[in-house]
């Protein structure tokens, strides 16, 4: 039977299921019931905003969206978004996704964290941030219903300590390459957690070129 959470039907094809186990073997507890609200989120989000989305590719995006942050899709050098994208677009094309489709979740994952573009994009790219913008940084929470929001956390909960341990799961998956949070959001979470974090100047780095002027 297929599993319906807030009126949202969960794709159920062998591909979702594939990477649902996937995911649930990868990453813990916390960022596997985060992947999945941020899911219910942004497709309930398309539905308030009248977007028309493939909820298999909304699907695959949020499940693969944090998974750059594990050991097991972490490099030592790309942002941790760069290394979730990645991952997606291996498995989908695994399974024979076309090209465009696996590009559109490819591109969701990698600019997730980058408020201000992906809204204007095609639907599956926006409804990602979407999704993530609520769960993480509580973005148009009233925008949903207290019944919505209560019915996906009862399937999906928020640890009482959620808003601090996501922000630990983000310290953790970067603090081994601190270079690749210079120009985004994840420079915050380094400035809290690693002491010795020195946070790039894009000025600096302008006035401090080999260029003579």
């Known amino acids: 039977m297929f599993e319906i959470i807030a009126g949202i039907r969960v794709p159920d094809s062998a591909i979702a299921r594939a990477a649902t186990q996937l995911v649930r073997d990868t990453e813990d507890d916390l960022l596997y019931n985060h992947s999945r609200r941020v899911f219910f989120w942004g497709a309930l989000t398309g539905e308030r905003r009248d977007l028309k989305f493939d909820p298999e590719l909304l699907y695959l995006g949020a499940m693969f969206h944090d998974m750059g942050l594990t050991e097991k899709h972490s490099s030592p050098d790309l942002r941790f978004e ?5 991952a997606a677009r291996d498995f989908m094309k695994s399974y024979g996704v076309p090209e465009r489709d696996v590009e559109d979740v490819w591109t969701a994952i990698a600019l997730h964290t980058t408020p201000g573009i992906p809204e204007h994009m095609r639907p599956t790219i926006a409804l990602v941030t979407a999704g993530v913008e609520m769960d ?3 973005i148009a929470y ?4 207290h019944e919505q929001r209560n019915h996906v956390c009862a399937h ?6 959620f808003k601090e341990n996501i922000i630990d799961h983000f310290a953790s998956g970067i603090i081994k390459k601190p270079l690749t949070t ?7 979470v ?9 946070r790039g100047n894009f ?3 302008i006035l401090g070129s080999a260029w003579p002027s």
Request: glycine share 8%; charged share 20%.
């Open 136 to 138: 993480v940084l509580g």
């Open 203 to 205: 000025c600096s780095i």
């Open 156 to 161: 999906h909960p928020r640890e009482a300590n």
């Open 82 to 86: 760069v290394d979730g994208a990645n």
């Open 182 to 188: 210079f120009g985004n959001v994840k420079a915050d």
């Open 190 to 198: 380094l400035a809290l957690k690693d002491m010795n974090y020195v």
């Open 142 to 145: 009233h925008d949903f219903t």
